[in-house]
């Protein structure tokens, strides 16, 4: 099972960044979402499509849909560049399984 | 507060065997459907899931590297181990720990920091 993502995002400060991951029937699956600051452990920023974590602002959000799950950042800051990478339990193989990570460039 | 903390060799020659050790707190091994994975990240590439075990001792892997890889757990440390056999220098990687935040959804939260191993003669 392969989670598609475009390499990189980029988007002005106070703009709205969409991060698209693309699977096949990914719309049935629980699709959960990491940002990855350089240096830095993941940090999980979305859950179960559309779920915030404690802590984490409400300008993150997600939904799914179809063959795509999507990353949006709203009022996008500084502090949000990042890499960002989506990952989904394939269950029919047992796997874990990462998208490629799409790297998050405020202009 | 639920921590995980990565140990093991900076540096193993090509065909050693790696042994990773991922020590965790805050949570009990033996719980529920815990569990545990090892995930790694070679520099400037993206995150590539390993091993993964439940506190029922259920086990997974990924496919292609299967048949170096094991995982194991100490309860009573508070311990996942790894091991990867034949290391050669594309496994040159960060490798995490990380806790299976819910096991019907299965995200993963916290991670570990992660401990870099190089691959090199």
């Known amino acids: 099972y392969v989670l598609g993502q475009p390499p990189s995002v980029s988007v002005a400060p106070g703009q709205t960044a969409k991060i698209t991951c693309g699977g096949e029937?990914?719309?049935?699956?629980?699709v959960h979402w990491y940002q990855q600051k350089p240096g830095q452990a993941p940090v999980l920023v979305v859950y179960?499509?559309?779920a915030r974590p404690s802590g984490i602002p409400e300008r993150f959000s997600g939904s799914n849909s179809g063959s795509t799950a999507t990353l949006t950042i709203s009022r996008v800051e500084a502090g949000d560049e990042a890499d960002y990478y989506c990952?989904?339990?394939?269950?029919?193989?047992?796997?874990?399984?990462f998208g490629g990570g799409t790297k998050v460039t405020v202009l | 507060q639920v921590t995980l903390k990565e140990s093991g060799p900076v540096l193993v020659k090509p065909t050693e065997t790696l042994t990773l050790t991922c020590t965790v707190s805050?949570?009990?091994?033996?719980?529920?459907?815990?569990?545990v994975s090892w995930i790694r990240q070679p520099p400037g590439k993206a995150l590539e899931w390993l091993a993964h075990?439940?506190?029922?001792?259920?086990?997974y892997y990924s496919t292609s590297l299967k048949s170096r890889l094991t995982i194991s757990k100490d309860t009573s440390k508070s311990q996942v181990v790894l091991t990867m056999t034949n290391m050669d220098p594309v496994d040159t990687a960060t490798y995490y720990c990380?806790?299976?935040?819910?096991?019907?959804?299965?995200?993963?939260?916290?991670w570990g920091r992660g401990t870099l191993v190089t691959v090199s003669s």
């Open positions: 990952q989904v339990w394939h269950s029919s193989s047992a796997h874990y399984v």
């Open positions: 805050g949570f009990l091994l033996r719980n529920g459907r815990m569990g």
């Open positions: 075990i439940f506190s029922n001792d259920e086990k």
């Open positions: 179960a499509d559309s």
């Open positions: 029937n990914i719309g049935s699956e629980s």
């Open positions: 990380a806790r299976l935040g819910n096991d019907v959804l299965h995200w993963f939260d916290p």
